[in-house]
């Protein structure tokens, strides 16, 4: 009977040792799990920085370089005439060049220039009518329905009827006008006086008011078409 116990009690520590080692070991297996996720979140909350690599430019040194800078073509030699005859054809082969390149060149220019040639008489005509204070030819240069503005655009009057309402009475009123250009630009249909304005209020012998105005003139068709005033 008491070998029976002895047994017993043996087969009971046995079966405690078992289960406090199964016990053990599974308690070290869940640490290294959590171990083992923790490592792995580690890295993948981890930004890793990897350096890029570059790549050296391959230069191919055997392609001939058929790229062509301004300039860089040589000089071709002028053939010279070999006969009397070949250089009077030479010359007038040059010759004929040149006067087309004048005549493009130039078709323009020679328009604007007549241009300005006709407004520049325009205005003449103008500056002789004010200076005699005739009326009649004073408004013969002006378009009917003629602007007078202000620097930069306050219209000052339109047409006609006001210019001889404004201009009849100043000429009926003064004793004498005289107008000169101390500086004039002429450019197209447009012309620009720096001039000079001298009035007699009483004698017409004695200048009692002197001024400088500058005045641009656009003219159309041989008529003046806006007048602008510069104070």
Same mark, same amino acid.
């Given at each position: 009977m008491k070998s029976l116990s002895i047994i017993f009690a043996s087969l009971i520590t046995c079966l405690a040792l078992s289960s406090y080692v199964a016990a053990q070991q599974s308690e070290s297996d869940e640490t290294k799990k959590a171990n083992t996720e923790q490592t792995t979140n580690d890295k993948i909350n981890t930004l890793e920085y990897s350096a890029p690599v570059l790549k050296k430019p391959i230069i191919n040194n055997t392609k001939v370089d058929d790229s062509k800078v301004l300039g860089s073509e040589a000089a071709q030699p002028v053939t010279k005439p070999k006969s009397k005859i070949e250089? &009077?054809? &030479?010359?007038?082969?040059?010759? *004929?060049?040149?006067?087309?390149? *004048?005549? &493009?060149?130039? &078709?323009?220019?020679?328009?604007?220039?007549?241009?300005?040639r006709e407004s520049l008489a325009v205005v003449e005509q103008l500056i002789k009518a004010y200076n005699a204070r005739n009326i009649e030819e004073f408004i013969r240069v002006y378009a009917e329905d003629v602007e007078f503005y202000i620097f930069p655009n306050e219209l000052l009057f339109k047409g006609k009827e006001k210019l001889i309402a404004r201009y009849g009475l100043m000429f009926k009123k003064l004793k004498c006008i005289h107008s000169s250009?101390?500086?004039?630009?002429?450019?197209?249909?447009?012309?620009?006086?720096?001039e000079l304005s001298e009035t007699?209020?009483?004698?017409?012998?004695?200048?009692?008011?002197?001024s400088e105005l500058v005045s641009s003139y656009q003219i159309k068709d041989g008529k003046i078409i806006r007048v602008l005033f510069f104070r």
């Open positions: 250089k &009077a054809a &030479a010359v007038a082969q040059a010759e *004929k060049v040149v006067a087309q390149a *004048k005549e &493009a060149l130039t &078709a323009k220019q020679q328009s604007k220039a007549k241009q300005s250009p101390i500086k004039r630009i002429v450019h197209g249909d447009i012309v620009i006086d720096h007699c209020s009483t004698d017409e012998n004695v200048v009692d008011k002197r």
